[in-house]
Every structure is written in C-alpha cells, then in structure tokens.
C-alpha cells in the first residue's frame, strides 16, 4: 500500500466515518498515530556545519530522505561525505545544525539514533580474534540481540559468506571482509542503511550479489543511503540523489529529473589526424581530456548538429578514428554540475535546486 493510500485511510478513519462509539475513537487514535508515521522522513539533515579549525568541511547542508527512499549521496573527494555519515553515525558532532535517524536526534536521543540506523564503513574494520559468525553474534550482542542466528544465516547466505562462516576473520581477502561489514550493518535489521563507497575494490560478483540483496530489502521497506564513485550504480539505484562539493549541496533532485535538466546528446570524436576547429571549441565538454588524446566531447541540440560539426571537421582536416552519438549520463551531469565555477555568482545547479524547492 503506498503512502497517499494510507493517508486516505488515516482520513477516512478521522473525518469521513461517524463517530458513534468507543471503536471510532479508537480508530482515531490510530489514524493520528498512522499519519505521524508516514510523515516522519527517514533522515532530517538542518543546516548542518562542520568546522575543523580553519577548515569547513560542511557549510550548512540541509536536506531530508523520505521513508523507504533509496537515496545517493555522490561528490568529489574531499567534498564532505564521509563527514555528513560521520555525524549521521554519531561518530562526529556537528558545529552547528542538527540530524534525526526517524525523528531521533542523533545527539539527544542517540540509542534509539543508532538502533535504526547500519552503516558500512569506506575503511576495513575487523576485528582478527573472532570469525565470521562470532563478528556477527557479536555484532547482535551490542544491539541486546540474543538467538539471531536465523538472520545471520539469512544475511550471510546473501553475501555469499556461508562458508566462511567459520573462518577467521584474518583469513579473508579484502572483498570478503567488506562484505562482513555489510553483514555487520544489517544484522539488528535496522530501517536506515547508510553504504559508504560500499563495493570499492570488490569483484563483480560481489557488487551483484550485494545490490541484488540490497534492492531486496528497500522493496521490503528499508531505506538505503548510497555513495558510490561508481555512477553507474547510483544512476539505476537512486530515486534521488543530491551532489555535494566542497562542503554545500550543489544539486538535489530525483534522477530522472537531474538527467533531463542538465543532460542532453554529445558527440564523441576521435581523431587521428587534426584538431578541433576553433569555431566547435564552445560545444566542447570540459574534463573530457581524461578519455585520452585526440578526444573530444561536443554538446548537440538535436540529431541535425551532427552532420554540420563532422563537415567542419572535415573542412579543417581532421580525420576521424571514433564518431559516436551518446545520450548524457548521471556521469556527464556530475561533470557539468561539479565543472560549474564557484566564484561570484551561485553554482547554477545549486540554484535550480533550490528554484525546485530540493534546497532548504
């Protein structure tokens, strides 16, 4: 049942059924109870600063994530990620602001913060004493967990861990102990799950088996929180997603939507023999000089710019190694955006963000 059917319920319940006796009442209660539930956001971020003697590494990033939500969270290194989970996670307090995990600050009301909240780590953490199955009871134990053997076994199967299970931790390859920090972060079962960078370094297998478990449990009802340098991922992934740089959100929109707004067709070419004519250079993508020598990366408003852009090319001398037409993806748009210039005038992304009403 989706949200609007259970608003329509909560009133019917409250305005449209007569209120003739106790039952009624009843129902009234938890209609109210109903209706609180569904518009309390997953996660609430408030203008959140994080200062570090000279360094801001957060300037006032406010934004929220919807119950059963799958969410990226995408920028730069250095831009402020791994701080925001910080202080998500309670590892960090923030200067100023504040966070709430399903309406529980993470500050004042920190137990019932983290009850509802997994996080996986970017970092390998493991302890070398136990194996896999004790991390995990253990893991259970911090929550007040006792006999969650089932779910481990079920969570351990879905990462492909069930033959280590008895394996120390020591023993496991690089990729297997990350997916143990995942198995780690559900095994309470927790609402909110918070992936930082979680299949850095890991085999395809792995990120299959993962996001396949993963997609799994948001149709269940969890919320997920992904950051990936991997845009791919979060471009089929997300719902939404909001870019950070340098400490500010420059962008905060659903997927679909940011692709459409800042993205269109390109042109790539290849040559091998000739430059871009000069009367081409402002079609030209910026940062596209990482794909090698001799490439280049053109906007096109319609199918039409393709055969005048090939004729000049033509007319200057170039001869072509590579012509391909592109749709733009979530990877073009974060170039766009993040290629924006920060000084004197407001980022226009951030702008239309706010123009759309992503921004507080």
């Not at 957060?58 to 990226?72: A, M, Y």
């Not at 925001?84 to 590892?91: D, K, P, T, V, Y």
């Not at 993470?106 to 302890?127: C, N, S, T």
């Not at 960078?197 to 085999?203: I, L, N, Q, S």
Request: net charge neutral; aromatic share 6%; glycine share 8%.
């Amino acid at each position: 049942m989706s949200r609007n059917h259970f608003r329509l319920f909560a009133f019917w319940l409250c305005f449209a059924r007569p209120l003739a006796c106790s039952v009624c009442s009843a129902a009234i209660v938890i209609a109210i109870v109903i209706v609180i539930a569904i518009a309390m956001p997953a996660i609430e971020i408030r203008n959140v600063k994080k200062h570090y003697k000279e360094l801001q590494a957060l300037k006032g990033v406010s934004f929220t994530v919807e119950d059963g939500e799958f969410f990226g969270l995408l920028g730069p290194n250095g831009a402020g990620k791994t701080t925001l989970i910080s202080i998500l996670a309670g590892l960090v307090h923030a200067t100023e602001g504040s966070v709430a995990v399903r309406g529980h600050d993470v500050v004042r009301d920190y137990r019932a913060a983290r009850q509802a909240l997994g996080v996986v780590p970017q970092e390998l953490v493991f302890d070398p004493f136990f194996t896999v199955r004790e991390t995990l009871r253990l893991q259970s134990g911090y929550f007040g967990l006792r006999n969650n053997d089932a779910w481990i076994d079920e969570v351990m199967a879905h990462l492909d861990l069930t033959e280590k299970a008895d394996t120390n931790m020591r023993a496991l390859s690089g990729g297997m102990k990350r997916r143990v920090l995942v198995a780690q972060a559900l095994v309470h079962r927790p609402p909110v799950i918070v992936l930082d960078e979680p299949t850095a370094g890991v085999d395809v297998e792995l990120r299959q088996t993962l996001w396949k478990f993963i997609a799994r449990l948001n149709r269940e009802g969890h919320t997920i929180v992904l950051t990936t340098h991997y845009l791919e991922e979060a471009e089929s992934l997300c719902n939404r997603i909001a870019m950070l740089r340098r400490g500010e959100v420059v962008a905060l929109d659903r997927t679909g939507a940011l692709l459409a707004r800042f993205s269109g067709m390109h042109l790539f070419l290849r040559f091998s023999v000739g430059e871009l004519p000069a009367g081409l250079r402002a079609l030209e993508v910026e940062a596209v000089n990482a794909v090698g020598p001799g490439a280049h990366l053109l906007r096109l408003g319609n199918y039409d710019d393709v055969e005048r852009i090939l004729a000049q090319c033509r007319a200057a001398g170039c001869r072509f190694d590579e012509i391909d037409v592109r749709r733009a993806d979530l990877e073009d748009v974060f170039v766009q955006i993040m290629s924006e210039p920060e000084t004197g005038t407001e980022p226009k992304a951030k702008a239309k963000a706010k123009a759309a009403g992503g921004l507080a």
